[in-house]
């Protein structure tokens, strides 16, 4: 059949395509930017006909219209395996539930053992002249979805960059039962993170360790952007890019002329991402630029795949840690925040990468309430999620200096990060270690 006449074939009305949807299903959702908009509203409008539909999703970055249609959450429950804000909002109500994963398992887990999505709706970039539609803004894993559903719905908005890629970052419109147009809402921005002066101290200590041809990772925050002006600003050149998320802060490493791509192992001269997520700048830039290349996280998290990249440095942002160096990235308390990610990933894959360094950042305190708290505890708060054991962590680095936590014995952590950790605290942290048993006499503090 004509491509063309077989996208007509299949065109249809929001209302029409969720039709197929029953009591009882599983929906999963597009990744991030990729999620439904037009058919979530549309849904949304069938809650009364409806019960225990469980929607899952990783990320969801649009209006959750068919969630807020039912406080009393039986019609739809919200599955998720990363919190958003909006997430966040819905789990403090009872309407969200996180599923605990390391990212680059979700592929795997989407195809081998959770209950099957019978319908996968998605947005996509509309469809070019050979019948693909782009995911490339949110190629994480929706192709295992796909394999599984009974129905596949896609929701064409005009606004999402095609973004080329490595594997799976698009689908064929004979893969497909219902084509959607919507009224192409303009995608999510994160206005620029104007980074702190103890973000740039953070940034400050980490610049000091890059040297040409490194390969970066970069979390989303202050720190990473800190970063990225320090990097534009340095005399580094031909340093990589493979990371799970693409960020603002690589556009202006581009432009300044760092990130060549020449020295990497694998994908040389491609920049390399799961999914995206910035300013409107950063979307114009990824559209089909033949320099960035979109994966499934399968690949691009897969801790083998990053230890095959020479000189791999990975910097993600926590919550806390404790004297041990356990580290917390998802929860205060039993208080759900984000989600596992792929810090464990990076943090495992860049430490067996051939001089490879992982970091991971937090500013020594935090304040609330008129009360500044240390992020360097002794334990853990009751009920804290550890993200990275204590066995797994490699670096951690505060406005105070990097504590390198790989081959130490417990009183030497101790001592380690009770050193970039702010001084107001420390005499109460070594009283605390003492007590643990994992202090010294000779322990030292600068």
Known sequence: MHLKSEYQNKLVLAEEAVQVIESGDWIDYGFGLTGPYELDKALARRKDELFNVNIRNTLGLWPHFSIDSDPTGEHFTLNTWHFSSAAREFYSKGLAYYIPMKFNELPMLTRNDCIPARVFMASVSPMDNHGFFSFGVGAAGNMASIENAEYVILEVNENIPRVLGGNQENIHISQVNFVVEGPNPELLTLPATEPSETDKKIAQNIIHKL????????????????????????????????????????????????????????????????????????????????????????????????????????????????????????????????????????????????????????????????????????????????????????????????????????????????????????????????????????????
């Open 211 to 446: 040297y040409d041809g490194c390969c970066i990772q970069l979390g989303i925050g202050g720190i990473p952007s800190a970063v990225g002006n320090l990097v534009a600003q340095s005399d580094l050149k031909d340093l990589g890019v493979h990371t799970e998320m693409y960020v603002d802060a690589y556009i202006k490493m581009t432009k300044a002329g760092k990130i060549t791509g020449l020295r990497k192992s694998i994908d040389k001269y491609k920049q390399v991402f799961s999914f995206a997520l910035g300013s409107q700048e950063l979307y114009e830039f990824i559209d089909d630029n033949p320099g960035v290349a979109a994966y499934s996280v399968d690949y691009t998290n897969n801790p083998y795949i990053i230890s095959q990249i020479d000189d791999f440095v990975s910097i993600n942002a926590c919550i806390e840690v404790d004297l041990f160096g356990q580290v917390s990235s998802e929860t205060v308390g039993t208080r759900h925040i984000s989600g596992t990610g792929g810090q464990v990933d990076f943090v495992e894959g860049a430490y067996r990468s051939k001089n490879g360094q992982s970091f991971i950042c937090m500013p020594s305190t935090y304040k609330t309430s008129n009360q500044v708290t240390s992020r360097i505890k002794p334990i853990l708060a009751h009920g804290t999620v550890v993200t990275g054991t204590r066995s797994a962590t490699h670096m951690i680095v505060t406005e105070y200096g990097i504590a390198n936590m790989k081959g130490k014995s417990t009183w030497e952590r101790a001592e380690a990060l009770i050193n970039i950790s702010h001084p107001s605290f420390r005499d109460e942290l070594i009283k605390e270690a003492s007590a643990m048993k994992i202090w010294r006499k000779s322990n030292k503090i600068k």
